[in-house]
């Protein structure tokens, strides 16, 4: 693209389910869009929130690296849950994937895409 912005898709992850990419590149660093725990065929995930939580890293790791970056170079990430009771069970799934402890944050929201628990969106660096 001439506006030096790249769509970034990977078949490895949740495809997108409306008018948006999976990550976009720029300027050195890579966006990920809000991952929901869906699988790469779209299906969402059941069972608890940590393994909703690792779908979502799962599709996170995936974009990444179809971006041609990695977990580790993950700078910041952005998790909203539908509560905070699910606060301590993700953090204990979410810790394996980030163990290098990118800036983050946590909020509650009312309400997530398709009814999930929880969605993560991040930026790396290439």
């Known amino acids: 693209m001439s506006s030096g912005l790249t769509p970034v898709l990977t078949k490895d992850a949740c495809p997108p389910s409306g008018p948006y990419s999976q ?23 059941s069972g608890s929130i940590a393994q909703k939580t690792e779908q979502c890293c799962k599709n996170i790791k995936a974009i990444v690296e179809a971006a041609g970056s990695e977990m580790t170079k993950v700078v910041k990430v952005n998790i909203f849950l539908a509560d905070m009771k699910f606060f301590a069970e993700m953090n204990g799934e979410y810790e394996k994937w980030f163990g290098h402890k990118p800036a983050r944050s946590c909020v509650a929201v009312r ?11 991040a930026v790396a660096i290439q």
């Open 23 to 45: 990550a976009i590149k720029a300027a050195g660093q890579i966006w990920v869009a809000g991952q929901i725990p869906a699988d790469s065929t779209g299906q969402l995930v």
């Open 111 to 121: 309400e997530l895409p398709k009814g999930v628990d929880v969605e993560i969106e």
